[in-house]
């Protein structure tokens, strides 16, 4: 008699329950966020966090993940809002978790949903620029990790598509974990530049 009922669950089995129940957090906090006008606005969801006292530093990582889950919102506004908030070193570091946690999430998502979510959320152009990195004999997972090291690649797409292939989520943990941080570093570096230009021109 085969103990099925007794089964634990996997990591994979875990990661996706995750996976789902981040989604039903992105919905509420994209809603929440487009009222408070959050999205549009690093000043505004700069006010927004702080309010939050000690608090508001979970609440920034979490707005930090949910742009990476919805592409459709501005993340250089959450980098240069956390820049503000916390400076170059604990903005970074806040950066870092959260859009870890959401690329996490986008390819636990993409794992459950599949590629019809894919063409729903990205344009035809986008697809078919990247769409033979997964063709039979490529080599995905060298390819993925060049494109998270480098700041100018479609992060939140690539983590979608990377959940329609059959790369395990060992692999992809490793590679966001280890491939985010210079990619951010550098995107971090361009923001507090331009944010001390900002203030320096505003100043004097």
């Given at each position: 008699m085969e103990r099925m009922a007794g089964k634990k669950p996997g990591f994979q089995q875990v990661m996706q329950v995750i996976s789902g129940l981040g989604m039903i957090g992105c919905v509420v906090l994209v809603i929440a966020g487009w009222k408070a006008g959050l999205f549009t606005s690093a000043e505004?969801?700069?006010?927004?966090?702080?309010?939050?006292?000690k608090a508001g530093i979970l609440v920034f990582i979490a707005f930090q993940a949910?742009?990476?889950?919805?592409?459709v919102l501005p993340g250089n506004l959450g980098c240069l809002a956390g820049v503000?908030?916390?400076?170059?070193g604990w903005g970074f570091v806040y950066n870092y978790i959260g859009?870890?946690?959401?690329s996490m999430a986008a390819f636990g998502i993409a794992k459950m949903y599949g590629r019809p979510l894919i063409d729903r959320l990205f344009s035809e152009k986008l697809i078919a620029k990247?769409?033979?990195?997964?063709?039979?004999?490529?080599?995905?997972?060298?390819?993925?990790?060049?494109?998270?090291f480098l700041p100018v690649a479609p992060?939140?797409?690539?983590?979608?598509l990377a959940g329609t292939t059959s790369m395990s989520w060992k692999r992809f943990i490793i590679i966001i974990l280890l491939g985010k941080p210079a990619a951010l570093a550098l995107y971090s570096?361009?923001?507090?530049?331009?944010?001390?230009?900002i203030v320096r021109l505003i100043g004097g």
């Open positions: 505004k969801m700069s006010g927004f966090v702080s309010g939050f006292g949910v742009q990476v889950v919805v592409p503000m908030m916390y400076g170059a859009i870890c946690l959401g990247y769409e033979h990195w997964t063709g039979e004999g490529s080599p995905f997972a060298r390819l993925f990790a060049i494109a998270i992060d939140d797409f690539l983590c979608y570096l361009g923001l507090v530049t331009v944010w001390q230009q």
